[in-house]
């Protein structure tokens, strides 16, 4: 069952911005630590970004610091990954995931318990 949905993917050409969107479907997850994550064809998949629920902490993958940032909604029940100067390297497809209200950030997937079904981002050279 989904209870998370992605929005604003496309394809654009290399330097371009995107913000992706991630909103629940049948409950609220403002509570809970939100992730980002994607996976390449041919690649596992591999931590983008995430949120604490508060929205005060935030954690993001060594090699996409500066070009990406994430943030919550006012009601915080929406998580953006905003991702600017974007490469062909970046294409892929992204997941928005909802982990436990902890206190620590997790980058691995298998922390997240509730996942989106991916939105396609494809950057041309």
């Known amino acids: 069952q989904v209870q998370l949905v992605e929005s604003g993917g496309g394809l654009v050409q290399a330097g371009a911005s995107l913000r992706l969107s991630c909103e629940p479907t049948?409950?609220?997850?403002?509570?809970?630590?939100m992730g980002w994550f994607r996976q390449a064809p041919g690649k596992e998949r591999e931590f983008v970004a995430a949120?604490?629920?508060?929205?005060?902490?935030?954690a993001f993958a060594d090699s996409l610091k500066g070009r990406f940032t994430i943030s919550r909604g006012k009601a915080k029940n929406t998580v953006y990954l905003q991702m600017n100067n974007l490469k062909p390297e970046d294409t892929a497809v992204y997941y928005c995931?909802?982990?436990?209200?902890?206190?620590?950030?997790?980058?691995?997937?298998?922390?997240?318990?509730?996942w989106g079904q991916g939105t396609q981002v494809t950057v041309s050279s």
């Open positions: 995931a909802a982990d436990a209200p902890k206190t620590i950030i997790s980058r691995t997937a298998s922390s997240y318990a509730y």
């Open positions: 049948e409950r609220t997850f403002s509570s809970y630590n």
């Open positions: 949120i604490m629920w508060t929205g005060g902490s935030t």
